[in-house]
């Protein structure tokens, strides 16, 4: 059975480039689309982007021109949101889509990382 | 814009949850169900309105179609309670909704 193991620093300053990684075992990343979502103090989820089986990536157009997600290793996926301010303090996660069509993502998440908190602060 | 209510509900363990989901534009059948307790991953519970996923027992179900959905927990169990929300994939970008709280009367 598929796991993710995500980490990454959890305080960042304003105007930095958080960065996240996210490790799959018991699987590889092929075959399947990943995605980053993310939880604020007290609110619902936010999806981010995601990096699909083909290698392209969609994202949140709320975020957009702040946020990458990449492959680094065969296993491994990552985020990156330039410029941050204390609106990006949240918990985030990783996941994958739940495999439903040959090509098309379902972005549907059926397995996810366990969280990790990141903070925005001076 | 998914709209959940209520936005919390009181139940006792054995009892039926009701919970809604009324979307602001039609998602057709693409709507999904989470169960996030704290300190833990969400959990896939319901995908395409009514298709449960892996290993997720019978007790729980949905159904709906277009703006207005509903999961339906039969019999609840400790396990249950938390927060649920949910998540529509036919317009972009995947969006949630706000949650209900499912507590122990």
């Known amino acids: 059975q598929v796991q993710l193991q995500q980490w990454g620093a959890g305080l960042w300053r304003p105007s930095e480039t958080l960065s996240l990684t996210c490790g799959v075992s018991?699987?590889?990343?092929?075959?399947?689309?990943w995605s980053w979502l993310r939880q604020p103090p007290g609110k619902g989820l936010e999806w981010i982007g995601e990096i699909t089986q083909t290698g392209s990536t969609n994202y949140n157009p709320s975020l957009k021109s702040r946020v990458t997600v990449s492959v680094e290793t065969s296993n491994q996926f990552s985020l990156k949101v330039t410029s941050v301010t204390a609106a990006d303090t949240a918990v985030y996660y990783c996941a994958r889509d739940l495999k439903l069509w040959l090509r098309t993502p379902s972005r549907y998440f059926d397995s996810w990382g366990q969280g990790t908190l990141v903070t925005v602060s001076s | 814009v998914l709209t959940q209510s209520p936005v919390t509900l009181s139940l006792s363990p054995g009892e039926r949850a009701t919970l809604s989901c009324r979307a602001g534009?039609?998602?057709?059948?693409?709507l999904a169900w989470y169960h996030h307790k704290p300190g833990q991953a969400p959990r896939l519970l319901i995908y395409?309105?009514?298709t449960r996923a892996t290993a997720i027992p019978a007790r729980f179900s949905g159904s709906g179609s277009g703006t207005d959905f509903t999961l339906t927990i039969s019999g609840l169990e400790p396990e249950d309670f938390g927060v649920y929300y949910c998540?529509?994939?036919?317009?972009?970008?995947?969006?949630f909704g706000q949650g209900t709280k499912l507590e122990i009367k």
């Open positions: 395409n309105t009514s």
């Open positions: 998540q529509q994939r036919s317009n972009w970008p995947p969006t």
């Open positions: 018991g699987g590889t990343l092929s075959n399947y689309s």
């Open positions: 534009h039609s998602v057709d059948k693409y």
